[in-house]
């Protein structure tokens, strides 16, 4: 209960106290009266009762003005000093008490405010030994960021969840897309999941191989995998293991390229070659000697292995490889492949993920076309080559569906043919009839007789005296356990935005010309990951609004609709907790536009707003200009949707302390808390 309530419960708890000790009183002494007495007394009431009103109404103007002043010059004064103080305290040093009240008061506000100047320069003392010690630390951070960014590897670093805590320019680079409206954008920030960008199961297949190694005793470890992205392109992936000084597992590092123009090559002269073969063919005499065109055909897989041999494979052992074959195809397509000769110590040249699909999607297309569920799959070798031969019993395949299969684009990768490719594989069918086959054959290169090759492979990072690249305790970052509301705030991750808009009310028409958002990872604004996009509303703008935020309908008419902005930012929020100022108005815009854009927000929202009017409940005023001066928060850029994006989520840091001290740790807390703002009424 707060003081100006437990105030006013004792004024009327003693009002009524004193009204019931007066009606005892004047009964008891009305009923030791003689008749003669009261009746006299009735008449003295009767003629005077215009004076005996004014009397009573005297009495209570005077008791309701002595507790006035007692209220405004006590209990008020000492209300906004706890509360000042503890903005001082927790989030702006510079923030003095301004009081009206008694001489003591008054006298104790500016007592506290020496100790306000006293600890603000002591915080400024320590800033100051804090930034000298940091001076040399942070030359060796700008260096190392100087290397990052000239790589030429994309450099992501991910702790075990799949969070990025680092990447660097050419990273970025590699995700960028055209979204269509002139502007390159994907949404690779820190602390954000790396499976938006690349699909968890090549990830999660890496990390399966790379725990495999470190099980052994092979000193080097690592594991590839090419994938397309977003942005259309295909990359190659070197994930690499991070580990703590104890040797567990705290993250892993993507080393990427880009091995689009690489294929493009590859496939430029592949298909030179085969357009070259096929007219040699056409213009040799048909009693043409053999060996022409069989030493033609030996240039032109040697041409094709030569493109491949940079892109990333891993020697595969088949004592691990064959039984996973087994294992996906039975349990996923309940198929039976039985192994014929396996040579489990021996080993083939592949990227493990695409050979593993590969495979696993022949048999499910072979089943599919010969409606055999039982296949054999036997194995040979020599030095250079490794054979894998397929056969069944029942219907052959007819040899259109073999070509037809070599055109399918497998899950997340390029279509099979181009997947065998990359592994350097063939598969040539055995005919039964010049119509159909009775059998795959499947060659790949054998693998060397060492474990690992040095030179595509290297050994984990071990993270025990790391630098810290950023401020953030990175690699101890875990993943909200169980419910987000019972996560503490200060670990939560926050999308802070706002919009600008065409008018105030978004049930009779007005648009969101603008949306503006930042996020906020460990408890700092991440600048460099921010949404800003205009809005074509499709209506005029009123010269009333353009006056607030300065936008006309020329600058936003060429520009996307909120059917294509809003799933955007849908996006780049993700699963995180919303955060804004007035937030009920935005929502409420965005609200009105479920079925156009079928985009619905159901994450978690605080509001600046509410927050603000829970924890300050002395102030009248709190507008984002009122909150931001109490808070010492310099706004920037005001009315425009990332300007108020970025101050409220200064301000929303400097409240996150305040809410602590106040028993307010979870975002279950402060949800809660929220709602019994008197704000929280509001409704759009």
Known sequence: MTQTNRFWKFVLSSAAGIIVIEAVLLGVIWLRLSPSHKSTLLEICQDNIYILLGLAFVVIGALWMVFDITYNRYILPLKRISAEAGVIYDSNPSHRIKVKGSRDIIRMAGIINDFADMFENLNKTITQQILSARKETEKERNLLAAIMGELPQGIIICNKNGRIILFNTLAKNLFAQDNGHGKAETFLGLGRSVFHLIDRSFISHALEEIFEQLNSPESCVGSFFITPILSGKLISANTIPVLDKDKEFTGFILVLEDASEQIKKYQIVDRQLTEFYTLLEATLPADAPSPVKDEFKLLGTRIRESFFSTLPSTPITLATFLPSIQKKTAYFENIRVNMVNPFPDTRFLADTYSMTQAIVFIFRQMASYTGSDEFDLTVSHNETMITFTISWTGDPCPNHRIQTMLRTQLNGLPSLGYVLKFNNTRLIPVETTPE??????????????????????????????????????????????????????????????????????????????????????????????????????????????????????????????????????????????????????????????????????????????????????????HDMESIAKRLGVDILGRHSALGDAIATAEIFLKLLPILNSNGILTLKDAIAASRKSYYARLKY
Do not use: W
């Open 436 to 621: 159909s086959c009775s059998g795959l054959i499947l060659t790949s290169r054998a693998g060397p007789h060492t474990p690992r090759s040095r030179s595509r492979q290297a050994a984990p990072v071990v993270s025990d005296a790391r630098p810290e690249f950023y401020d953030f305790n990175l690699f101890r970052t875990e993943e909200a356990a169980g419910n987000i509301l019972d996560t503490p705030i200060k670990q939560l991750t926050y999308t802070v935005f706002d919009t600008e808009t065409t008018g105030l009310s978004p049930e009779e028409g007005d648009e969101v010309i603008a949306i503006g958002a930042v996020r906020i990872v460990n408890q700092r604004i991440v600048f460099q990951d921010f949404f800003e996009e205009l809005v074509n509303p499709k209506r005029d703008i009123p010269l009333e609004s353009y006056k607030i935020h300065g936008i006309n309908y020329e600058m936003v008419k060429e520009k996307p609709g909120i059917e294509t902005i809003l799933p955007q930012f849908a996006k780049f929020a993700g699963d995180t907790v919303l955060v804004g100022h007035n937030l009920a108005f935005d929502l409420k815009m965005f609200k009105v536009k479920e079925k156009a854009t079928h985009v619905s927000f159901a994450n978690p929202v605080l509001d600046t707003l509410l927050l603000s009017a829970l924890l300050h409940p002395v102030h009248q005023q």
